[in-house]
């Protein structure tokens, strides 16, 4: 059975400072990887998504990269500012048909100015 | 450009009633699901969809029903609502439920409130 995990729990950083979001998975076999946003009382926003074979992908202050090997990914967010202040989450495509996604429990990020 | 739509966005029930969450895309997605959100649970899986005709239960199905008719619809069905189905409930759907690489893309949510 799949299981993710994200370290830290929850982050305060203040405003300009560069970042690091970890995402842990115990099995190898996904077939990728998706960040989300969740902004209070919100929706899930999709930032980016990984394909198995893939190492990083960057969109805008976002880079994102997989270990699969290690069972890692981190989401860097650079320059943070207080509008990044959310919830990150990352899921996993993993496994056959049905249960396919396994969501970690997220880390809740706030950007103070 | 719709993606994933819910409806309702926010509903109060008395303990008891029945009624039935919305969820439609227009990406032509097999998989689609239901998740409900409650604060420090994260996510959980009530019950997904592999394609029209076929519905499974997930991690937390007790209480609701789904079905499946068109590759657009999943709608979710509460018989008998109780106060422990407060929640947030997400649609979510992706283009392929198998080992195939695809997004998954979620609407807004439906806030449910059992009195």
């Known amino acids: 059975k799949q299981e993710v995990t994200q370290i830290p729990a929850a982050l305060s950083v203040p405003e300009g400072e560069n970042l690091v979001l970890n995402c842990s998975f115990t099995d190898s076999a996904i077939y990728n990887l998706q960040w989300f946003r969740q902004d209070p009382g919100k929706g899930l926003t999709s930032l980016l998504l990984i394909q198995s074979s893939q190492r990083e992908q960057t969109s805008g202050r976002l880079n994102a990269s997989l270990d699969k090997s290690s069972g890692r990914s981190t989401l860097y967010i650079a320059a943070s500012q207080p509008g990044d202040s959310a919830t990150y989450l990352c899921?996993?495509?993993?496994?056959?048909?049905?249960?396919?996604?396994?969501f970690g429990p997220g880390t809740r990020l706030s950007v103070l100015p | 450009n719709a993606g994933v739509t819910q409806t309702p966005k926010f509903q109060v029930l008395k303990t008891g009633q029945s009624m039935t969450l919305q969820c439609a895309q227009d990406m032509n997605h097999e998989y689609m699901s239901w998740y409900r959100q409650d604060p420090g649970m994260g996510l959980r899986l009530i019950h997904y969809s592999v394609g029209a005709g076929i519905t499974d239960q997930g991690e937390v199905p007790n209480g609701y029903n789904v079905s499946r008719s068109t590759t657009e619809d999943f709608p979710l069905r509460l018989l008998s609502a109780a106060p422990s189905q407060t929640s947030v409930y997400f649609c979510?759907?992706?283009?392929?439920?198998?080992?195939?690489?695809?997004?998954?893309?979620f609407g807004e949510g439906s806030r449910l409130t059992v009195l």
């Open positions: 899921v996993t495509k993993w496994g056959n048909y049905g249960q396919n996604f396994v």
């Open positions: 979510a759907s992706s283009y392929s439920p198998g080992p195939i690489t695809g997004e998954l893309f």
